[in-house]
């Protein structure tokens, strides 16, 4: 069973920063695609940010554009996400997205992704 665990969310103050991870694990399996998404209390899930595993396209949200950088390290199964000049409005649970469906582009939608991590609490104060 594919297993994606996140790690590294926390409390920074507005215009810190923090850098997410991701790795990849749980058995034998092809990685297509990785991404991020966040959750904020009574708001829908949101695209933040994804990578296309082989080539490494990249793809943001409007809302981190400028802001965000995702990564990843293939031989490690691992994506991360540094995130720069931290606003409150970023605050929410980071969720790490899998995909291992056959595709060459960015996915900005939750349902292309397969497998989901727990989730890491982001919290930005102001």
């Known amino acids: 069973q594919v297993q994606p665990v996140e790690s590294g969310g926390g409390l920074v103050q507005a215009g810190g920063s923090l850098r997410l991870s991701c790795v990849a694990s749980?058995?034998?399996?092809?990685?297509?695609?990785m991404g991020w998404f966040r959750q904020a209390p009574g708001k829908e899930r949101e695209f933040v940010a994804a990578?296309?595993?082989?080539?490494?396209?990249?793809g943001y949200g409007d809302s981190v554009k400028g802001r965000f950088t995702i990564s990843r390290a293939n031989a490690r199964n691992t994506v991360y996400l540094q995130m720069n000049s931290l606003k409150p409005e970023d605050t929410a649970v980071y969720y790490c997205?899998?995909?291992?469906?056959?595709?060459?582009?960015?996915?900005?939608?939750?349902?292309?992704?397969?497998?989901w991590g727990q989730g890491t609490q982001v919290t930005v104060s102001s």
């Open positions: 749980g058995g034998i399996f092809s990685i297509y695609g």
């Open positions: 997205g899998i995909r291992t469906r056959y595709g060459t582009v960015v996915v900005t939608s939750a349902e292309g992704y397969d497998y």
């Open positions: 990578i296309v595993w082989r080539g490494g396209s990249t």
